[in-house]
């Protein structure tokens, strides 16, 4: 009887501290100046979850992280998400269409 309410305790221990172990928070890492595909792996692997926003900039290449929110260190719950900006390179303009112009104008 006694090994079996120990046997119980310790049951009931384990699964409250593995129940508190997947509340508890994790720290951001930090994926600013690397790759999206590493940066979006980093945060899956933290247990959290990687949202993209793409835009373009003119000092960074093409597929590297630009900037994450919330900063790297920054303790979170395990599913929230982390916003990072990848860079898609130089911005794009238009180009007018010239056809037919001279060259002097």
């Given at each position: 009887?006694i ?39 980093n ?63």
């Open positions: 009887m090994a079996a309410a120990i046997a119980g305790g310790w049951y009931v221990y384990t699964k409250i501290q593995d129940q508190l172990a997947a509340n508890k928070p994790v720290a951001v890492p930090f994926v600013e100046g690397i790759k999206e595909e590493l940066a979006v792996r945060i899956r692997d933290a247990g959290l979850t990687p949202k993209v926003v793409r835009r373009p900039d003119d000092k960074v290449p093409e597929t590297i992280v630009v900037s994450q929110d919330p900063g790297a260190g920054t303790r979170t719950d395990k599913g929230n998400p982390v916003t990072i900006e990848v860079s898609t390179g130089l911005p794009q303009v238009e180009v007018p269409d010239v056809r037919g112009d001279q060259a002097t104008d």
